[in-house]
C-alpha cells in the first residue's frame, strides 16, 4: 500500500464516520445504557468500543507498532448524555486522523503486534481495523432497530455534516 492509498482509504474512513454519527445520533437519549441486545453491550458501550479500542486505538496502535486492548469501562462511565457520546467518536476519529496523517510507508511496511498473538504489517491491520469498524457499526444499525429507530443509508453520504460529505472533484 502507498501513502496515496492510504490518503484515498482513510477519505471513505471519513465518509463512513459521518454515516455512523448519524446513527450514533439516532440513538434513543434514554437508552443509550439500556440492554438493547441480551448479553451485549449497551449502545453507549458499544460505540466507546467501536472509538476508542477500534477506530482511533488501532490506528494508533500501528503507528507505534503495538495495538493495546484500552479499558473501556472508565471512558464509557465518564459519558453521561448524548452530547458526550457524540462528542467522544468524533475526538476519537479526530485522534485517528491525526495518526494516520504521521503514517510513513516504513508505518505500513512495519510489522504490528497485537494482544491477541497476532501480527501483521501495518496495512494488513489497517484493513483489519476498517473490518472491525464496519462489523460493529452493523451492530450499532441492529440495536437502532431493536430501540425502534430507523438507521441512516449506509450509502447517503450527501447527508452527512459538511466535514464528513464527499469532497468535490477539482478536476474538469
Known amino acids: 500500500m502507498t501513502l496515496a492509498q492510504l490518503a484515498r482509504r482513510w477519505d471513505r474512513m471519513r465518509l463512513r464516520h459521518g454515516i455512523c454519527l448519524r446513527a450514533i445520533e439516532r440513538l434513543p437519549a434514554d437508552h443509550l445504557d439500556a440492554a438493547a441486545i441480551p448479553a451485549m453491550r449497551t449502545p453507549k458501550q458499544l460505540v466507546v468500543h467501536l472509538y476508542a479500542n477500534v477506530l482511533a486505538g488501532m490506528i494508533e496502535g500501528i503507528l507505534r507498532g503495538r495495538i493495546e486492548e484500552i479499558d473501556e469501562r472508565p471512558l464509557a462511565a465518564a459519558i453521561g448524555t448524548h452530547a458526550e457520546l457524540l462528542r467522544n467518536a468524533d475526538e476519537s476519529f ?14 505500513l511496511a512495519s510489522t504490528v503486534t497485537t494482544p491477541w498473538n497476532y501480527e501483521a504489517r501495518g496495512s494488513s491491520m489497517l484493513g483489519l481495523m476498517e473490518e472491525e469498524y464496519l462489523h460493529h457499526r452493523g451492530q450499532l444499525y441492529v440495536y437502532l432497530r431493536a ?14 455534516a459538511p466535514a464528513y460529505r464527499p469532497r468535490t472533484d477539482a478536476r474538469a
Do not use: E, I, K
Open 94 to 107: 479526530a485522534r485517528a486522523s491525526r495518526a494516520v496523517a504521521a503514517f510513513t510507508d516504513d508505518t
Open 147 to 160: 430501540l425502534g429507530a430507523a438507521p441512516p443509508s449506509m450509502w447517503d453520504f450527501a447527508n452527512n
